[in-house]
């Protein structure tokens, strides 16, 4: 079982030996999640979440989405609570990233594990550059990390006399993690293999796993609706499969946004992270944590084996977020380095590493790197008249692309709906005359379209392009 693991007394203290170090990597791990709500734009995907959560009827526009439908529901809800601004928005992801850091610390306290190490897999869950970005997205993957996180943490319950709590920790956090996102099946392929090679004392060893499929195979409802709909969409030219992207992913699954980051930052992160896992390496080849070694194992590798499954049998289009489930298990497998380690140097790695990643974080958020709508849209409002219109130009379907325009336009600018221009040009023309402030997204497969759909248009009036989006106003007399 998890624990077997051969070192020294030294390298044994418990993680409450140190409970102010633990609160407060918890605590910048918080901090990290909830600053800069809104220094980013909303972009067209965080638009697609919003155009579901304020459509009319929201089951027909998650007919377009194509995802499980319960974080979309969730956000619908909470724009009832807590309005439309971009921070409020986003809150909704923080709030699930942070109860998902606070349970893992929970789950890591449970573990039959040397102090040491979980002290090291703390301060990298905590200050996961990787994570706190995605907590700040308008999209599910923050749920699918609370879902996986929860598993896990239901998993070290039931292993260390809480059996009945694991259970419906784990069912509960498989059902989570599938009802946010179709990659939470993998996340559960973990947990069930976890479970099975390392039951609980005393316990039958198939309970356990067959819970978790339980939560699963809740899901069957939506996933017969949705994954033919999802199966169904064409995705264009995106984000294919390369070597050197796979090669790199491990970095990139902490590293976010490293092509845009100072060289500095990333070297810097990449040189903590290689050091740990060489460190890692080492001892699991000396067989010095060997039963935590197959944890990490199944918890990196089922789910990565799953997600390259289904996008190969689908489009071979990968992005590092569609792997944020098996980061809790990364962490852990750097936090391996510390087997041997006396506490105080695992404490001195722990806070190098916080501020390490603290710095590739803050340094993110000044980047800017999403798409311009918020600078597009204030555009619109400097050059807005009373009877103009609104159009799109993005190559997505009709309402999806003008999601991110609610947070940024007023009630009274979009009262007169949309206008997406696809096929023709005739199709953001009006009947007669006035002026249409047209919100266009610039990407390489849609340039010769725009460039055929915008000639011949009286466009008096072109915005500096931010991040691959401008306004144009056209005017006909």
């Known amino acids: ?57 929201i089951w027909e526009a998650l007919n377009q989405e194509g995802n499980p439908p319960l974080f979309f529901v969730c956000l619908r809800g909470w724009i009832e609570l807590f309005g439309l601004q971009p921070a409020a928005l986003r809150s909704l992801s923080v709030v699930a990233s942070i109860t998902a850091l606070w349970l893992f610390a929970v789950g890591l306290r449970r573990a039959n594990m040397p102090g040491t190490i979980a002290t090291l897999t703390l301060a990298l869950y905590a200050s996961s ?137 990333v070297v810097a992160v990449a040189a903590v992270m290689t050091a740990l896992i060489l460190i890692t390496l080492k001892n699991l080849c000396q067989r010095q944590c060997a039963g935590w070694g197959r944890t990490v194992g199944f918890g990196v590798l089922v789910p990565f084996a799953g997600v390259l499954a289904a996008n190969f049998l689908v489009e071979p289009r990968f992005t590092a977020r569609y792997f944020i489930m098996a980061t809790p298990y990364l962490s852990l497998f750097m936090g391996l380095a510390a087997v041997h380690w006396p506490a105080r140097r695992a404490n001195i790695a722990a806070l190098v590493v916080m501020a390490v990643f603290a710095t590739s974080t803050i340094t993110s958020l000044q980047l800017h790197v999403n798409d311009g709508y918020r600078e597009a849209c204030a555009s619109v409002r400097e050059h807005w008249r009373e009877g103009d219109r609104i159009g799109t130009m993005t190559g997505m379907p009709l309402g999806y692309c003008s999601g991110p325009l609610h947070a940024y336009l007023t009630p009274e600018m979009l009262q007169n709906g949309f206008d997406e221009s696809h096929e023709t040009r005739a199709e953001v023309a009006p009947s007669s005359g006035g002026r249409l402030h047209l919100i266009v997204r610039s990407m390489s497969y849609l340039e010769e379209q725009q460039r055929r759909h915008l000639k011949d248009m009286p466009v008096t009036y072109t915005s500096p392009t931010v991040n691959r989006v401008r306004h144009l106003v056209i005017e006909w007399q």
């Open 129 to 265: 550059p990787f994570l706190c970005w995605y907590a700040h997205e308008l999209r599910p993957y923050a749920f699918l990390e609370l879902g996986t996180v929860a598993m896990f943490c239901g998993w070290q319950f039931a292993l260390h006399d809480r059996y009945r709590l694991g259970c419906v920790l784990a069912t509960l956090g498989a059902a989570l993690a599938c009802w946010s996102h179709y990659f939470g099946v993998p996340a559960a392929g973990a947990i069930v293999m976890l479970a099975w090679f390392d039951p609980p004392r005393s316990r039958p060893r198939w309970l356990l796993p067959l819970l978790v499929l339980v939560g699963v195979a809740s899901t069957y409802p939506a996933y017969a609706h949705y994954l033919p709909i999802q199966g169904d969409h064409e995705w264009g030219p995106q984000s294919h499969l390369g070597y050197v992207y796979l090669a790199s992913l491990p970095l990139r699954l902490f590293v976010a946004q490293g092509g845009e980051l100072p060289t500095a930052v």
């Open 1 to 57: 079982m998890p624990g077997q693991i051969l070192t020294s007394q030294s390298s044994t203290a418990s993680p409450l030996n140190s409970p102010l170090l633990w609160f407060g990597m918890l605590l910048v791990g918080s901090i990290l999640r909830l600053i800069g709500l809104d220094a980013e734009s909303l972009w067209l995907d965080e638009g697609f979440s919003l155009h579901c959560a304020t459509a009319p009827d």
